[in-house]
Each structure stands twice: as C-alpha cells, then as structure tokens.
T-cell receptor, first 114, second 113 residues
Framework: AQSVTQPDIHITVSEGASLELRCNYSYGATPYLFWYVQSPGQGLQLLLK??????LVQGIKGFEAEFKRSQSSFNLRKPSVHWSDAAEYFCAVAAMEYGNKLVFGAGTILRVKS | DTAVSQTPKYLVTQMGNDKSIKCEQNLGHDTMYWYKQDSKKFLKIMFSYNNKELIINETVPNRFSPKSPDKAHLNLHINSLELGDSAVYFCASSQPGTKNEQFFGPGTRLTVL
C-alpha cells in the first residue's frame, strides 16, 4: 500500500537560514508527488509537484524539491527562510490506481525564529 | 472568483444532530474529493466522485453520505453526529489527465459538542 513518511514533526530554523523538510514515500509505480503548505486556520496551498522529467522541481515562494528514486525521497528545500514561511507542510503521493486519491504524510510544523 | 468553495466555514453542533457541508468548484473539473483532517492534523481521503459517480469510498461510517447533484458540486451529509466527527473537512477537485493536481477548498471546521 502507498504511504508517506515525514520523519520530522517539528522543525525550527532561524530566519535567513536554509531549510530542508524530509519526505519518504512508498509506492509501487512511478509516483506523482506533491508538497502542500497549510498556514494556521487556512486551507492547503500547492507549493510544487513532480510528475516526471527533471528531478529538481521549482515551486512557488522560492521552494524547490528533489525527487530521488533510489532513496524514495522527495525533500523540500528553501535556501533562505522568511518568517512568513512558518506553517505546516504536507508531502503527498497520488495513488493513481486508487481513484487518484492523495495519500498524505503526517506533516511537519515549521517554526521560524527571528 | 474562488476556485473551490465550501460552506459553512465553521459549524458547531450538538451530538446526535444531522448536518451538511457544501462544496462547489468553478474549475470545470470532473473529479471531486472529501478529505478529513483530524485533531492531529492528519489528512485522509474519505470519498471521491468522478462526474457524479462515486469512485472512492474509504472506510468511513455510513453516517457519512456524499451527494453530487452535478459535477460542480459535492456535498457531505453527516447523520447522528458524534464527538469524534469533530475535524476540519476539506473539499478538493481535479481534472483527469492532469496527473491528479488537486485544488483544495478553505475547509470547514466542524465541532461536535
């Protein structure tokens, strides 16, 4: 069965520092992978997605993610974090053979200290 | 202008009541979904409809009944509400052939007292 693991429940970084949020997936076929961000009390906003091709994908707000098939990973990165990046981040894989449902990780809460 | 909208945004009700949450999308998508986000922020699919036909029905109590009057709407009706139903419910939509990029509504926070 498909699954997504986000090993870090909380991460705290200083403003201006770099960021990497980890995501590992389990899926038998070629995965379609996504990162969503949820600010407190808000809905889910798509940051970026990977379908195929270039394994380094660029997203909104200066985020990027790298797909590594050998490690079953899709880590999210940002070179310099801003205070407004504080939010919860969800990694997800699309299970195409199960009606295209998204299977989400448990989320990583990002705190930014000034 | 809103792509995926949900009403109401907040819903507070007593145990045992019946309530509905409405979802509408103006993106022209064929597929719509309901997800539940529990108190620990874990997101899980509940239902999916493609062009008014049910295609995903996860292990959800039959007190929950989705209804799709047309492909732009997917409503969620909940009978005999229980404390454990308290959660945020998200509606989403996608278009087949776009590799399942899903667009989410703002969520409905349901509180059962």
């Amino acid at each position: 069965a498909q699954s997504v693991t986000q090993p870090d429940i909380h991460i705290t970084v200083s403003e201006g520092a770099s960021l990497e949020l980890r995501c590992n997936y389990s899926y038998g076929a070629t995965p379609y992978l996504f990162w969503y961000v949820q600010s407190p009390g808000q809905g889910l906003q798509l940051l970026l997605k990977y379908f195929s091709g270039d394994t380094l994908v660029q997203g909104i707000k200066g985020f990027e993610a790298e797909f590594k098939r050998s490690q079953s990973s899709f880590n999210l990165r940002k070179p310099s974090v801003h205070w407004s990046d504080a939010a919860e981040y969800f990694c997800a894989v699309a299970a195409m053979e199960y009606g295209n449902k998204l299977v989400f990780g448990a989320g990583t809460i990002l705190r930014v200290k000034s | 202008d809103t792509a995926v909208s949900q009403t109401p945004k907040y819903l507070v009700t007593q145990m045992g009541n019946d309530k509905s949450i409405k979802c509408e999308q103006n993106l022209g998508h064929d597929t719509m979904y309901w997800y539940k986000q529990d108190s620990k922020k874990f997101l899980k699919i509940m239902f999916s409809y493609n062009n008014k036909e049910l295609i995903i029905n996860e292990t959800v109590p039959n007190r929950f009944s989705p209804k799709s009057p047309d492909k732009a709407h997917l409503n969620l009706h909940i009978n005999s509400l229980e404390l454990g139903d308290s959660a945020v419910y998200f509606c989403a939509s996608s278009q087949p052939g776009t590799k399942n990029e899903q667009f989410f509504g703002p969520g409905t926070r349901l509180t059962v007292l």
